[in-house]
């Protein structure tokens, strides 16, 4: 695949494909190729496309790693550790090859902004890597805006005439704009707030709350690792105190901690830790147990927004 308008080696384009026909002509091409060139190939899109495409490799299925997006890529601060360089890092020579398609018609409205801010952080996640990462976009299902921070959040565009450089290509700006104020807690939510000496109180409150809610014993141990993780880097990192909200909607437990910190790394929880580097790994653990992460983070403070299934 062409990358002449850039001297990085990680290439990062965005295919966009109005049907079935279109998808595969621009994704089994990409794949056999690999193959061909004996290059490490995996491939994570949602369910119909996974099935779709399964079908159609038939026996070179076998070579390619196949991921459900669904499942791994949920929550989207889980895809660049989880996904992509957990399939890319074990592989440091010779180029990777992945397909990850991590915005469909069904991504919530509270979803996409962790979505797109997600592509943008790729290209930061693998400057100077020997990696390609491609990622369809359905044209006939997402609508304009999404399409429009595709072209934002890609150096390179693929669609039925060919291959372009984007003339749109901002990832900083994207980060920025997605960077919004979070909604406030519903009048019905538990707000508490909490110090250095009330993290072991709240987590047994928080873990009270769930059990009340209905959460499953198993998800119950989730939340309380992650109400640990958030409090905690709160009192370590966020100024010496915050605030936590619960509460419970659409069969999910929603959490909501605020501080006065400023995270200024973006891509803070979305890398692997290095194994011998002790810390590091709150915001990691968070990405990888919840459903949902969300962030707004400024020299005012940070407030998380996070979300777990209750069964």
């Known amino acids: 695949m062409s990358a002449a308008h850039t ?6 384009p965005a295919l966009f494909y109005r049907d079935s026909d279109e998808y595969l002509s621009g994704t089994l091409g990409f794949i056999r190729e690999g193959l061909a060139h004996g290059e490490p190939v995996a491939v994570s899109v949602p369910t119909g496309n996974l099935a779709l495409l399964r ?18 890529g949920r929550n989207p601060g889980r895809i660049i550790p989880g996904v992509l360089r957990a399939f890319a890092d074990p592989h440091p ?9 991590p915005i469909w018609a069904d991504r919530s409205a509270t979803e996409y902004p ?64 997605y960077n ?39 998800r119950i141990v989730d939340l309380e690792l992650v109400v640990a993780e ?45 194994a011998r580097v002790p810390g590091g790994r709150g915001l990691l653990i968070v990405n990888q147990l919840a459903d949902l992460v969300r962030m707004h983070t400024g020299p005012q403070g940070t407030c998380l927004y996070i979300r777990l299934p209750l069964v």
């Open 7 to 12: 001297t990085d080696p990680f290439v990062h």
């Open 55 to 72: 079908a159609e490799l038939g026996s070179d299925a076998d070579s390619v790693r196949l991921l459900d997006m669904t499942i791994e």
């Open 93 to 101: 020579a010779g180029r990777v090859r992945i397909i990850g398609e």
């Open 114 to 177: 962790a979505c797109v801010q997600h592509e943008a952080l790729i290209n930061a996640a693998f400057a100077g890597r020997e990696v390609t990462i491609l990622c369809p976009y359905n044209t006939t299902a997402l609508p304009p805006e999404v399409l429009a921070d595709a072209r934002a959040t890609h150096p390179t565009l693929i669609d039925s005439s060919g291959e372009s450089a984007s003339s749109a290509y901002d990832p900083d700006q994207i980060l920025a704009m």
């Open 180 to 218: 919004r104020p979070l909604a406030e807690p519903p009048a019905a939510a538990m707000l508490l707030a909490f110090d250095g000496a009330a993290l072991s109180g709240i987590r047994h409150l928080a873990v009270d709350y769930a059990r009340n809610a209905g959460m499953a014993a198993e």
């Open 230 to 274: 958030t409090t905690t880097n709160s009192v370590v990192h966020g100024g010496g105190s915050g605030t936590l909200a619960m509460w419970v909607s659409e069969g999910q437990l929603c959490c909501q901690i605020s501080d006065s910190g400023h995270i200024t790394n973006p891509l803070a929880g979305r890398l692997p830790a290095p």
